[in-house]
Every structure is written in C-alpha cells, then in structure tokens.
C-alpha cells in the first residue's frame, strides 16, 4: 500500500487532533490583540530629551522627535533653519527650560493615509508539493480590504494627546534674557510620544511658515578729548576714524583696526561684527569697551502671509566720550625733546594726584596712518613699525641704573643700618665675592663721605656695600621696598596698557632659571645688582615717575590716573576718582632724607646733573641712571622732582642705547625743559 503524503498526513493530524479538542470543551470566543499603548510617563522623558536638543542645538535629534506627520511635510532643514536663525540673530549663549505637568487633550484627527491593497498577491505554489485541490489558480488576483477610503477622509475619533507646558529661558547677547512661555503638544505613535511642530512654538507670530529677520544699527565711536578741550580721537561722518593731533601722543591714544575674525571669539557677544571699528593700542584699546558704544538691534517675525512684527528691540548706545589728563603743552614738549633718538620715553605725573600729564615716545608714531593712510592734510603716511607704534613711557621697560640708588638708601634708613650721619668710602673700586665693581670711569671721593655726597657723585662703591648691609640685616627688605613703591607689578591705571616689568625677588628666582639653565636663590650678588637697577631689573619710565612722585609727596604713591571723566551718550557723566595705591612704610624724616641726598645730584658742584639744571631757579631733586645693556651703548636715565621740598611735578625720561650717553648729561637736560614748560604755566 502506497504511504500517504507527507504533507497530507500532517493536515490529517492536525484535523484530528482539533476534533478532540472540540470535544472536551466549547470553542471560545476570538478576542482582538491589545494594540500597543506610549505611557504618559514616557512623555515627560521626550520632552526633555527634545529640550536638551534644542538647548545642545542638536537640531537632527531634535527633528527625530518630530511627529511622523510634520517630519513628512516639514523638511528638517526648515526646522533647523530656523531655530539657527533665532540663535544667529539674538545671539544665544544660553538655553534652559522648565517642564510643567502633562494634561490630556482631545486633538483632531489627521486625514487617513491613501489607502493600498492589505493583501499581498498570493504567489503560485509548487504542484509537485501539494493537491491538486490545493493550488491556486495562477490568474487570482489579491484580495481587496473593503471599499477604498477617499484620500482626506479623517479617522474616526478624535486623538488624544498631552499639552505640557514648558518655559524657556534664553541668555542673549543682542537682547539680554528673554523668556518664553510655551506648550509642547505630543502625539501617541506606537509606544513612543512625538512632538508636533509649527513655527508657533518659537513664536507664534511667525504663522504656520514665517521666518525671523534681524535689523542692526552700528553706534558711533565716542571721542577722545582733553579736559582743556583738545581733541585727540574722533570719528568723522563718513564713519572714518581720525587723529586730529597727528603725531601727538600718538602711541598713548591708540588707533583702532576693523574686527576680524579672531576678535568675535571675546567680542561677538558685545554685538561686534565682521569689521566694525575696535581698539588696537593706546586707549583706543583700554577704553574699547566704552568708546565703541553697543549697537541697536531689532529682530521681527515675517509671516509667509501677513506683516512683519516686532518681537524684541534694543537701542544702540552710541560710544562714550572719554576725557583724559594729558595736557597738550607738556605732551608737546615732551615729545618735541625726544623726537630725534631712535628710542626713548618720557612720563610725566602730578604728584598730588597721580594724574597723568604727558607720555611721550619717539619714535614718533601718527595714527591717521592706520585709519587714513595720510595727514589730515593728506600728506601720505608709510607704514608704520612695531617699535613706533610701542609705547616706550609705559609699555616698555629697560633697567634703571644709578636712579635706582634712592630706594637703596631708602631700605638702609628704613632698617637702620645707615642715617643721615653715616658715612662710607667712594672709592674707584669695590670687591665683592671676589668681583671687582666700578664707578664711572673709576672715579671717587675719597674713603669717608655722607651719603647726601655720595648719592651726587653717583657712587657704586658706596651703595653697593649699603644694599649688602641691608641684606645682611634683612634679606628681603630692599625688594619688599622696591615691590611698595610699584615694581614688578601693574599700576593699576584704568584704560591704558601698560607693562608690569621685572623685580628680580626671591619668588622670581624660584621660577625663573639663571643664564646657565639653573634656578638658584635670591643672593647678595642679586642685591648688589638691584642696588643699582641693573641685573634682571626693567622699569618704565612711567613706574619711575610714578615711585619719585611718592618720594617727594610724603608717601602716598597713587594710582596713576589718564581718563578723569566718562560722558556717556545720554548726557550722565562717570568721574574716575583719584585713587591711593599705598602709604610707603617709610617716615617723614626718611623720606625727606631722601629727597635731600636727590637734591644733592642737582645742588652739589660734582652732582652729576649740576650742569643740566644750574641757573634753573627752581629747586629740583632726581638722580640720573646710566644702565648697562649689555652692548656698547647704555639706557641714559633722569627720574626728578619739583619743587623739592612742595613737588608739583615728577618726569622721568630714558634714552635708550645712546651713544657715550649718561643720564645727567643727556636726560637731564631733557627733563629741565619739561619742567620750564610747566612752571611757565603756572
């Protein structure tokens, strides 16, 4: 007998063993499979992972939570487009956001799909496999769902969703904070919640296809002027900066360059854009941030149908005005009387005050050259170098010399190592560690002199010895000193750059290596080397001015002050007070010691700027400094105050690597006619 086949024995079977079943029990009733349900816990996780997005501005994983129907008639590029947008054009920096509570909501139902057959065509089986009663036939066609639904149609039932409210809140730079009080509509799909888009959510005046545009309006840079009136800085109505005194202080005011890309990395939150006018040097770069002024900005919503409104609205702040203590005359003078070195500056403070008269550099440096290519006059201007455009009376330093020698004998008196009374040989020669030290030209005085004549003579072989006295009595007391009176540190004055410089302590040995690679310690060499300003020492001269000015005024070393007064564009004025730095821990009857020994330099027959002030009239106390280099040609140095015993004045004045130069013969000079130009004044 022919066994059955396979296939139709296991259908037999089967048949068999339904029959028992029917049987044993009746057949229940068929019930529907549970469609899948989202949570509404689950809701609460999607909005904070799409507010997260937005806040990241990860905008491709924000569009994923998009709901199936907006992703498929919202292009993602749209969505990005315009969240970018409003981050572009109001600046955020920053986005947060609180999440309320969800609520049910009823929503209308989407129009149902174009519908499509449900059934796959039934593929031809293999005859050789099957009955024949069991083939179909290969001319059938699918089985069709119901009658077709017409596109459009909506489905049955509203859909329910969940309305959470949100509030946004973002950090601007164009508009400050803004928020925003808005609701996240999300839509079941699946098991998993969507949001539902529209460009209402950023802002609903924006419609259903709006987009956002930005209006901005530059400020006018604010003007540099004199307290006397003198203008130094202005902006003309073609918008172009100039220079109206030319080569005058020409490094002190600065000039501006237009902003590239490297400044938007700090000055684009400030509203600074491709090529607007910012500060290079001088105090077109200290005072930038308020000369510049801010710009207005406007941001409206464009609706593809209707009228653009306004949203948000700053208005420009048009640059302050900024009114400094140069006095023209001195600047002038001072500048006039350097102009024809290859380098030197020229400081000059007012002691009572700190206030800041005159800085002058050479060589000379006309801004008009940056912003104009000409003179006002339309003379054309060649290019300018680093060195003219430095400032050498406050952002340069070089060592001090001999003009170091008053703080020496200030540490002395200060320890009590040395007085009024005490006298030391001035010698051609001093040894020390086995080096031998010079005077000038191995001149001297003999074996027992004060100090006052001393300090005339400008004797190395006596305040060497003085500063190792010192050491020997405190190891720190002459740095401590030098750091009091302002060294090695900024001055603080507002609006201007300025150079720290080096004072050559204790803690700068310790992170600094020595010539050979090595750190070692402070030592007595370093002491005797700071004694006389020289060593790893560098000062500017506006530092010197500054430390002379608190010699002669009691003490009171100032903050040294060049912009008195800020008017701003809505008429309020900020005064910028007179500020003390310190008190120098010295007494009275020391610094007037001090004073008398600087007098000495002018007064005395051999004082080393005798010849530079005789006839002057006026009683003048300073100390020249002729300051090795380290070539052939030394830094000329005269620091000076007066009257000595009432200073009004205080100008310090350095040549640098001048030919056979020494600081009474050279600057000296230099400084008499600063102070001749002054007191003519008066």
């Not at 952002?395 to 200030?410: M, Q, R």
């Amino acid at each position: 007998m022919t066994s059955p086949p396979r296939a139709l024995l296991l259908v037999s079977l089967a048949a068999l063993v339904l029959s028992a079943c029917s049987i044993s029990e009746p057949e229940p009733s068929p019930v529907p499979t549970p469609a899948p349900r989202a949570e509404q816990a689950d809701a609460i996780l999607t909005v904070h992972d799409f507010l997260d997005a937005w806040a990241d501005g990860a905008y491709a994983r924000l569009y994923a939570h998009l709901a199936a129907v907006d992703r498929a008639h919202v292009p993602g590029a749209q969505v990005r487009g315009l969240l970018y947008s409003f981050d572009e054009l109001a600046h955020v920096t920053h986005l947060t956001a609180e999440v309320g509570d969800p609520v049910p909501v009823a929503l209308p139902p989407e129009p149902a799909p174009t519908p499509g057959p449900t059934t796959e065509p039934t593929s031809t089986p293999d005859a050789s496999s099957a009955p024949t009663s069991a083939v179909a036939s290969p001319t059938a066609e699918p089985t069709p769902s119901a009658s077709p639904v017409p596109p459009g149609t909506p489905l049955d039932g509203p859909i329910v969703g969940l309305a959470v409210p949100v509030q946004l809140h973002f950090s601007t730079g164009n508009f400050g904070e803004i928020d925003l009080s808005r609701q996240l509509v999300l839509v079941p799909e699946g098991t998993q919640w969507a949001v539902r888009w529209t460009p209402r959510l950023l802002f609903p005046e924006l419609g259903e296809d709006g987009h956002l545009e930005l209006q901005r309006e530059a400020p006018v840079r604010g003007s540099i002027v004199g307290l006397d009136g003198t203008v130094w800085a202005e902006t003309r109505d073609d918008g172009i900066r100039v220079y109206p005194q030319e080569w005058l202080a020409g490094q002190t005011i600065g000039y501006v360059g237009r902003a590239n890309r490297d400044d938007l990395v700090s000055l684009e939150r400030d509203g600074v854009r491709l090529g607007d006018p910012i500060g290079r040097s001088g105090l077109e770069l200290g005072a930038d941030a308020l000369l510049r002024g801010r710009p207005g900005f406007t941001l409206t919503a464009v609706p593809a149908d209707g009228e653009q409104v306004t949203l948000y609205q700053r208005p420009v702040e048009q640059g302050a005005e900024i009114a400094v203590t140069l006095r023209r005359s001195l600047q002038s003078t001072a500048q006039s009387q350097i102009a024809g070195y290859n380098e030197a500056g020229t400081a000059v403070i007012d002691p009572t005050s700190g206030d800041v008269w005159a800085l002058a550099s050479a060589p000379v440096f006309n801004p008009n050259a940056m912003t104009l290519g000409t003179t006002l006059g339309g003379q054309e201007l060649g290019a300018t170098t680093y060195n003219m455009r430095l400032s050498h009376a406050a952002l340069a330093t070089y060592p001090a010399g001999s003009s170091f020698k008053v703080f020496t004998l200030a540490a002395a008196l200060q320890t009590g190592v040395a007085g009024p009374s005490t006298r030391m040989s001035c010698n051609g020669t001093w040894v020390y560690n086995g080096f031998t030290f010079h005077n000038y030209e191995d001149h001297h005085l003999g074996t027992s002199v004060d100090l006052k004549a001393a300090m005339a003579f400008s004797c190395n072989t006596t305040y060497m010895p003085l500063s190792i006295r010192v050491y020997e009595k405190d190891p720190t007391a002459l740095t401590d000193l030098v750091r009091d009176f302002g060294f090695g540190q900024l001055s603080g004055i507002r609006y201007l750059p300025e150079a720290r410089g080096i004072l050559p302590d204790a803690h700068y040995f310790e992170i600094t290596k020595r010539w050979d690679g090595v750190y070692r310690p402070y030592n007595g060499f370093d002491q005797v080397q700071l004694a006389i300003g020289q060593g790893s020492y560098l000062g500017s001269p506006m530092q010197l001015a500054n430390a002379y000015a608190a010699i002669g005024n009691g003490g009171t070393l100032w903050t040294p002050r060049i912009v008195a007064e800020v008017r701003h564009a809505d008429g309020t004025v900020e005064e910028v007070p007179n500020e003390v730095q310190r008190q120098i821990p010295l007494t009275a009857e020391q610094l007037a010691y001090v004073v008398d020994t600087m007098q000495a330099v002018v007064d005395y027959s051999y004082g080393t700027a005798y010849s530079s002030f005789r006839g002057f009239g006026i009683p003048v106390a300073g100390k020249s400094g002729t300051a090795e280099t380290g070539g052939p040609n030394p830094d000329a140095w005269f620091p000076a105050i007066a009257p000595a015993d009432d200073p009004q004045i205080s100008v310090a004045t350095v040549l640098v690597r001048v030919p056979l130069a020494t600081g009474g013969s050279d600057a000296a000079p230099l400084v008499r006619r600063v102070m001749a130009q002054y007191f003519s004044e008066r």
